[in-house]
């Protein structure tokens, strides 16, 4: 029996469908290998139809590499290595903006694989951009100035204090996510340590500066990076449906999870695969 599975390109930069695959079942070395491949290749990938339970989901993202565990979010009954992102009006959506997960540690995640569990009647698309495609479509004089600089990633930006005061409990947990985790330095453009690629690595998400050189310098560089890296142009978006599982290369890409279905309910089940520490290789 043939184990080769369809993979559709749902744009020229970034985003595939892949088909063929039950993810509820171990993958074999053959399909597991052409899923890598067609993720290194499109950065986030798409599967309709897999209804994974969590225990399922943390064994497939394995096969990817080591899980980390989040600071501050909740985490599936007994899968700790599984992130519920459970938003509605009483929990309000705090990743409807660009960005890279968890570049505040020293070794970012290599990937992530998310499953829808509850969706809105309507709503709650998730888009994704590519750092590739954005770094390339720069001049090369601005390429040069980006790939030597540095820039700071600080885990406060997207966890501030105030949103994590509802209980003491909660409260100490952020308090240790602070302690764990302080602002630390990653170039603004990263090698892929496997394709050789290079991509933006700076996010609205988590990146404060730009190192070694002014305030406004940095700033009107981010601004720019920020508004650049979010141009259509280098996106796919993706209209969930239930039980739809996306894989994406951390490494490369943004996201942005649109938080347009209040007051109804969506719930999301998200691995997250460790990853290396960022370096430019010119």
């Known amino acids: 029996m043939s ?20 993810l509820t079942k171990p993958l074999s070395d053959n399909q597991f290998e052409q899923l890598y491949h ?4 499109h950065q986030v990938l798409f ?24 600071p501050v979010y909740p985490h599936a009954e007994g899968v700790e290595e599984i992130i519920v992102l459970d938003t509605h009006n009483d929990n309000p959506p705090d990743n409807d903006n660009w960005h890279t997960d968890v570049t505040f540690i020293r070794t970012p995640p290599a990937g992530a694989i998310l499953a829808a569990k509850q969706l809105p ?33 600080d885990f406060r930006k997207s966890f501030p204090e105030w949103k994590h005061q509802a209980c003491e409990d909660e409260h100490q947990r952020w308090l240790l996510a602070v302690e764990k985790n302080p602002p630390l330095l990653h170039p603004v453009v990263r090698t892929h340590p496997v394709s050789g ?20 310098e940095s ?29 994406w290369d951390n490494r490369v890409t ?27 290789r010119g």
């Open 121 to 153: 009647e309507t709503g709650g698309d998730t888009l994704w951009t590519s750092g590739i495609a954005a770094f390339e479509a720069l001049s090369a004089p601005v390429q040069r100035l980006l790939s030597g600089l540095q820039a700071e990633h």
């Open 219 to 247: 700033d009107a560089l981010l601004g720019f990076l920020f508004a650049h890296i979010t141009k259509p142009e280098f996106q796919v978006r993706w209209r969930w449906q239930e039980n739809d599982v996306a894989i």
């Open 47 to 70: 599967l309709r139809e897999q209804a994974l339970t969590p225990q399922q989901q943390r064994g497939l993202a394995l096969r990817f590499g080591d899980l980390h565990i989040h």
């Open 197 to 216: 690629r290079q991509a933006l690595f700076v996010n609205e998400g988590f990146t404060t500066r730009i190192v070694d050189v002014t305030q406004k």
């Open 3 to 22: 184990e080769r599975i369809s993979i559709t390109a749902l744009g020229p930069y970034i985003g595939a469908q892949v088909s063929g695959l039950d």
């Open 254 to 280: 943004q996201h942005y999870a649109n938080a347009d279905y209040l007051p109804q309910r969506r719930i999301m089940h998200r691995a997250t695969i460790l990853g290396d520490t960022p370096f430019y």
């Open 38 to 41: 067609a993720l290194l290749r």
